[in-house]
C-alpha cells in the first residue's frame, strides 16, 4: 500500500512538472520587453508548454546568470538586440560559464541587426562563425518568397530539413501535407568548424549567399563569406557536458508575423502557409531538453553459462566465460519518458575494453516496456586476463551522450577449470597409450615372478 | 532545386525570346586553360547555347580562367551574383568561386589549384562546374552546369593528405581475440590410433607365451608364501591404483600418504616374496 502510494505521488509529482527533462527556468533576453509581444505565440507556446519565463534586458541591473555559483536560470533565450554589447553582465566568458554549468542557450540572430560582440566571441570559442563586421544577409535568388521580397530575395523559402544523414534521427521536420515551407527572413548565415559537437539543422540552398547589405549592396567583394550548403541558418552544439546551444539565423521566423504568413515561391502557382510555428517548437523543445533526451536506468551483466551462478554485476569473470550485457534506457518526450529506439541503420554499441576495446557488439532491444528498452547481447569474454570495462559510449547528433562504464576483473583459469585429457578427442591415443603400459607392467611382473622356464631356456642356463 | 535546374532550359528553350526579356545569361565566354610560362593554353569560345562539350583537363600548374559577358534580357548588366561552383560528385562538397564584374556585365573568374579546397582535389570523379549568374529584381537567374573539371594532379608531387573529420555515429563492429582454441583432429583419426594402441596389449601376450612365457609356478609360489605373494602383487596393482585415482579425483596430499602406505607394505611384503623367487633360482627351477 505504501509503495502504490509513493508511486502515485511520484506519478504526481512527474506529471506536475512535465516540461523540460532539465529545469522549467528560462530567461528571454530582449532589447526591450515591450517587444515581446512580436514574439507572443513563439513565447506563449513555451509557457504553455511549463517554462517559468523571466524577461530581462541587456541593461537590467538584476540580471545575473549565477546566485551564489549555482545557475539562475535553466535555459536562456536571446533575441536580437541593438546594442554592440550586452553588458557586464552577459559577456561570453560567463555564456560559456553557464553552458559549462549545463545550461541550455537559444540564440535568435537578425541579419538587420548586428549581432552582440559577446555573443560573437563566445560562438567562436565554439567555432561558429559570424560574416565579419558582425552584419551579413542570405539572399537566395533562386528560392525567394514572391509575395514579401520581390525586389530584394531576403526571404528564403525551404523545405523542411529531413534527417542530417542515414542513421540520425530526424527531430526538426514538421509533416508537411500540402508543400508548406520554412520561411526564413533576414536570415545571417554561420560558417561551422569541423568539430564533431557542431550539427546544423538547417543549411542553405546550394545557390544562397552571404554578403553586407550596408557595403556590399552593388557589387560583391572579393572576400565571399560562404555560399551554398557552406551556410548555416539554423545550428546546434551540444557541449561533451550535453548542454545545448542552438543559433537561429532568422530572428524573424519566430515573430508571430510569420508564423501565420502565406508565402509563394518562385514558380509556385498557389500560396501556401509557413510551418515555422511547429519548426520554432521542435527547436525550442530540443534545446531545452525536451526532446532527445537519453537516459539511463539500469545495467546488469551476469554468467550465461550452465550450471554456474548467475549472480548479478559480479566484480570477476573468467576469460571465455560467456556474459551477458543489459542497459535500459529511456527518452524524454516533451513531458514523460518513453521507450528509446535506436534509429534506423543506427546501433547501440557495447565495448569491452581495456585501455582499446577488444569487442564492439551491437545490442539488441529484447525487452520493451511503454517507459523504457532494455538492449542486451551475449558474448564470450577474451582470451586476456585484466581489468576490463564494460563500456557504452553513445555519442549522436541530437541525443544527448550516453558515456557509462562498469569495471570487472577478468582472471585466468584456475588450475582445474581447464578441459580434462579424456574430453580432448586428440589425446585419446596418449590415453589408451598409458593403459596399455600399465597393463604390460603388470603383465611383465606377473611373467617375471611365476613364468616356469621352458627346456631351452635351462638348458642354455645350466650350460 | 533540381525542378527548378530542369524547368529554366526549358524555359529558355521553349519559351524562347519572350522569357529571356526577363532572364539572366551570358554570351561571349571564353575558357582558357593552360599554364602562363608555356603559350600552350587551351582556349575555348563557347556561349550559352553551345556549351563545352568535353571535360575540361585542369593539371597542376594550370590556370582557368573563364571570361564572360552577362546579360539580362539580352542586354549586358552586372549581376549581384555570379559564381562558378565545382562540386565533387560523390559527397557534394561544393566550393564558390565569385566572378569579378564590370558595369558592362564582362566577369572573370580564374582559379589555380591552390585555390581549390584539398576535397576536391582529391577527387576521383570529374568535378562538376556550375555558372550561376543572377541579382535582385524579378528577372530569373541563369543556374546550369556548364561543363565537368578533371583534376590532373602532379605525378611527382606529394598528394594531399586529407583526413576525415570526426563524425558521431555508429563504428565498426571489432571481435578481438589472441588465440583461437586449439583444435581436436576428427574423431574417427584419434579413435583409430587409440585402437591400435590398446590392441598391442594382446599382440603382447600372445607373443609372450608364444615365446614360451607361461604362469606354471604360481601355484609353486602361492603354496610357499601365500600371504607375501598375495600382498606384493595386490600392492603393485594397489600402486597402479593410486595413480589412476590421482588422474581422476586426488590431489598430491591425498596421493603421497596413500603412497607411502602402499610403498611400505610392497617393500616388506616384496622382500619376502623376491626371497621365495630367489630360493626357486638356487635350487634350479629358474
Redesign the interface.
Known sequence: MTSLTSFLLLLFTAVAQAISSSGSRLLVVLEDVAEKAQYSKFLGDLEGRGFEVTYETPKSDSLSLFHLGERSYDHILFFPTKAKGLGPNLTANLLLQFINAQGNILLALSGQKQAPTSVVAALSELDIHLPSERTGLVVDHFNYDVTSADEKHDVLLLPTPGALRPGVKDFFSPATPNGEVLALPQAIGQLLGNGALLTPILRAPATAYSYNPKEESEVLGDELFAAGKQLSLVTTVQARNSARLTVVGSADMLTDQWFDAKVKKVDGKASVATVNREFAKRVSGWTFNEIGVLKVNWIEHHLNEEGQGNQSNPKIYRIKNDVTYSISLSEYEWDHWAAFQVPAEDDLQLEFSMLSPFHRLSLKPTVSSEESTTYSTNFKLPDQHGIFNFKINHKRPFFNNIEEKNTVSVRHFAHDEWPRSYAISGAWPWISGIGATVTGWLFFVAIWLYSKPTGKGESKKTR | ?R??RS?VPSLLLAAGAAQAASSWGFDEATLAVGSKKADGSVKEKFSEKSLPKKTVDFGRTDTLKIILTAKEGGKAK?P????L?LQEPET?L?A?F?F??KENGKATVELKHSDLPVQLLKSAKPLKATL?L?????S??Y?NRIFDVEIRPDPLAVPPVYEK???????????????ADPQ??P?VI??V??????A??PI??IA?FAL???????QK?FSTAPVS?GIF?GS??AM?FV?YMYYSTWNLFQVLPVIGVVGVVSLLSGSK?LGE?QGRRLA???
Open positions: 532545386m525542378f527548378l524547368l552586372r549581384h551574383q555570379a559564381f561552383t557534394g561544393e564558390p565569385v569579378t564584374t550561376t543572377a541579382s535582385f529584381g524579378s530569373t537567374g543556374n573529420p570526426l563524425r558521431y555515429g555508429k563504428l565498426e563492429e571489432i571481435h578481438h581475440i589472441f588465440k581436436s583432429p574423431k584419434s579413435m590410433f587409440a585402437l591400435i594402441v590398446a598391442m596389449v603382447l601376450l609372450t614360451g612365457g607361461n604362469v606354471a609356478h604360481l609360489a605373494h602383487y603393485i596393482i597402479e595413480f616374496a623367487v634350479g627351477e629358474r
